[in-house]
């Protein structure tokens, strides 16, 4: 069966410092991956997804993850976080013929001003 | 709206009754699918609709969940018996084959 790890589960960081949280998955065929983010009191949205396409993915609020198949990893980058990007963040891969979503355990990002 | 909504969005109950839960996927999407998250985790997975199919049932679905998608259109979740190891946040999501998936705010079930 297929796994996500998240190996950071709490991450503090200062503003303007560059962000790296990893994600590896197990699974030997093709994969769809995913990050997800939920900000305090709101539900889960898309930050970015690799479908197949190049594997330098770029998201939303200059959110980026490179997708290394040999390492079976899909890490999630941004070269300067802000206060706002306080939040918990998931890594997802989708598998298989029935689509299923397996998510990771989550890191919860705290950006401090 | 043309999100994924859910109902109610929190639930208070007392073990051992029964509780059911409504998803409203958006529109055009075919796949539907059922989470549950507790804190500190991530969503793991219940079950999987296609249109009305259920196709995918997780281990953690037990003998008193059941999930049905009668038209393919909003699917409900019902729990019967509930005990306390129940409460958690109930997420739906929906998508469309090649794109990602999209969640409702989730119910937040409270079994006292």
């Known amino acids: 069966a297929q796994s996500v790890s998240q190996h950071n589960h709490h991450v503090i960081l200062s503003e303007a410092a560059s962000l790296e949280l990893g994600c590896n998955y197990s699974?030997?065929?093709?994969?769809?991956l995913f990050w997800y983010v939920q900000y305090p009191g709101q539900h889960l949205q898309l930050l970015l997804k690799?479908?197949?396409?190049?594997?330098l993915v770029k998201g939303i609020k200059g959110f980026e993850a490179e997708f290394i198949k040999s390492k079976f990893s899909f890490n999630l980058r941004k070269p300067s976080v802000q206060w706002s990007d306080t939040a918990e963040y998931f890594c997802?891969?989708?598998?298989?013929?029935?689509?299923?979503?397996?998510f990771g355990t989550g890191t919860k990002l705290q950006v401090i001003p | 709206d043309t999100g994924v909504s859910q109902d109610p969005r929190h639930k208070i109950t007392k073990r051992g009754q029964n509780v059911t839960f409504r998803c409203d996927p958006i529109?055009?999407?075919?796949?539907l699918y059922w989470y549950r998250q507790t804190l500190g985790q991530g969503p793991e997975f219940l079950t999987y609709?296609?249109?009305?199919?259920?196709?995918?049932k997780s281990r953690l679905l037990s003998d008193r969940f059941s999930a049905e998608r009668p038209k393919g259109s909003f699917s409900t979740l019902e729990i019967q018996r509930t005990e306390q190891g129940d409460s958690a946040m109930y997420l739906c999501?929906?998508?469309?084959?090649?794109?990602?998936?999209?969640f409702g705010p989730g119910t937040r079930l409270t079994v006292t």
């Open positions: 999501a929906s998508r469309i084959e090649g794109y990602e998936q999209y």
């Open positions: 699974y030997g065929g093709t994969v769809n």
């Open positions: 690799y479908f197949s396409e190049d594997p």
């Open positions: 997802a891969v989708l598998t298989g013929g029935y689509q299923k979503v397996t």
């Open positions: 529109s055009e999407h075919n796949r």
């Open positions: 609709f296609q249109n009305e199919a259920q196709l995918e």
